[in-house]
């Protein structure tokens, strides 16, 4: 990742929200109706929740929204028209990406949830935006297409996953995506084992949305959620730490960390290792990221160390966590091997979300599918994304006869 662009001062920053309903959504708009001097919202979009994001408009007044239903869009016309709010609203895909590239935005927070969110942000890359990048599974899809737009199109790419965000606070500022060069002998990303961390293995195979959607530290989207309790979210973060940092997987391990304190270290040739700390706030990464390299206030509470019980730090059970194994080998078979990986997690995700899978079947389909596709080079998004509907279409099929055999009885 580049660091080049270090602001001057404190500028007034022009935002684009992408994912401006979901929960990082939430978290990022607390932090800039905070600082109404240094934060102005240009644009804010979503896939189809008019409502909230009629009301996010009233309260922010950006001049842009966009929805990719075009439905919903409608609809979130006619309510801006009735109230008498003047931003104008865009639709579909094509909407997402103009708002991602409006001249006048500088700052592009990408928050949209899965695959969806790679075409905009891309879009934001070309255009040499300052991309607050959320959306992992754009890198996990189209990693190699991805940072070359970053590159050629002179953006700038500041990471808001709590861990990688951790990471970048903890890399030298001159890190130029080379850890031999900076002297970093290994990347350590923090997880907390989730929901199902102490659960008998054999009870796993009937646990419920509503259980695995409860994360112990974290409030997040419910897609993620369920990431985070099969630890596919982890292995996504190993392949998004590849990418942003330039390590190879060899150097990127994984700990697990209960109480979500230490949101991930780096490991430097001297022994030293370096960590962030904080309360497991979003708005924590997402206010460094937006006033980088300033600090501001986020409105997270300050960290009383002497009131907290402990730290513990243990190692990750692939027994239990299968996903996580299957992501460094999809890391390591390299090529379009990611991208049929987040593609079968995401419809395996959806179909046990909507109770039609068992949750050790989401593991089950991502390995049957990662089996069955042939991998081939990523040159292009068009692979990555013909790679994603290959793998979507492969894990539907799975995932149907898994249903149709009335496995699973929700
Ligand atoms: P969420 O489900 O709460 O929100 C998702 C957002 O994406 C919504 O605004 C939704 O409208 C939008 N969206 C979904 N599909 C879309 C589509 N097809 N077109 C346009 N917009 C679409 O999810 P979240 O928890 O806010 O996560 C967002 C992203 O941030 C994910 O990639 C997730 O992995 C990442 N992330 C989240 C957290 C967290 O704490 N929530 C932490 C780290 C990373
Ligand atoms: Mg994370």
Request: hydrophobic share 50%; charged share 15%; no cysteine.
């Given at each position: 990742m580049s660091r080049s662009a270090r602001c001057e001062g404190s500028p007034m920053r022009r935002i684009a929200v992408l994912g401006a309903t979901g929960s990082i959504g939430d978290s990022t708009l607390d932090v800039v109706a905070r600082h109404p001097q240094r934060f102005a919202v240009e644009a804010l979009a979503a896939h189809t929740n008019a409502d909230k994001l009629a009301d996010l408009c009233r309260r922010f007044r950006p001049p842009y929204a966009a929805l990719s239903d075009g439905d919903a869009a409608q609809a979130l016309q006619r309510q801006l028209a009735r109230d008498g709010v003047p931003t104008r609203v865009l639709a579909g895909p094509e909407g997402l990406a103009e708002v991602a590239t409006?001249?006048?935005?500088?700052?592009?927070?990408?928050?949209?949830?899965?695959?969806?969110?790679?075409p905009p942000t891309l879009a934001a890359a070309r255009a040499g935006k300052r991309i607050l990048l959320a959306n992992k599974e754009a890198l996990v899809l189209g990693g190699a297409v991805f940072m070359a737009a970053v590159d050629a199109g002179g953006a700038t790419l500041l990471p808001i996953d709590s861990e990688h965000n951790a990471i970048f606070q903890c890399?030298?500022?001159?890190?130029?995506?080379d850890p031999r060069a900076a002297g970093v002998r290994r990347i350590l990303l923090t997880a907390s084992?989730?929901?199902?961390?102490?659960?008998?293995?054999?009870e796993l195979a009937h646990v419920t949305p509503d259980e695995a959607c409860a994360h112990p530290n974290w409030t997040m989207g419910r897609k993620i959620s369920v990431d985070s309790a099969t630890m596919m979210n982890k292995g996504l973060e190993v392949i998004e730490a590849h990418w942003l940092f330039?390590?190879?997987?060899?150097?990127i391990d994984v700990v697990i960390h209960p109480?979500?304190?230490?949101?991930s270290l780096v490991e430097y040739a001297d022994g030293s290792v370096l960590a962030q700390l904080g309360h497991p706030d979003m708005r924590t990464p997402i206010a460094q990221a937006l006033a980088f390299p300033d600090r501001i206030d986020a409105g997270v509470a300050r960290l009383d160390l002497a009131g907290l019980a402990a730290l513990a730090f243990e190692a990750p059970d692939t027994a239990r966590f299968p996903c996580l194994a299957l992501a460094y080998d999809a890391l390591a078979a390299g090529g379009t091997a990611p991208a049929f990986l987040n593609a079968a997690n995401e419809v395996a995700v959806a179909a046990f979300l909507a109770g039609r899978?068992?949750?050790?079947?989401i593991a089950a389909a991502c390995a049957e599918t990662l089996a069955r596709a042939a991998v081939g080079p990523v040159a292009t998004i068009d692979d990555a994304l013909a790679a994603d509907g290959q793998a979507r279409r492969l894990t539907h099929g799975w995932v149907e006869g898994r249903a149709n055999a009335g496995r699973v009885t929700a």
């Open positions: 409006l001249p006048a935005v500088d700052t592009v927070l990408a928050a949209i949830v899965g695959a969806a969110g790679l890399l030298p500022a001159h890190y130029a995506r084992g989730g929901p199902f961390r102490t659960r008998a293995v054999a330039g390590a190879p997987r060899e150097a109480q979500s304190v230490v949101h899978i068992r949750f050790t079947d």
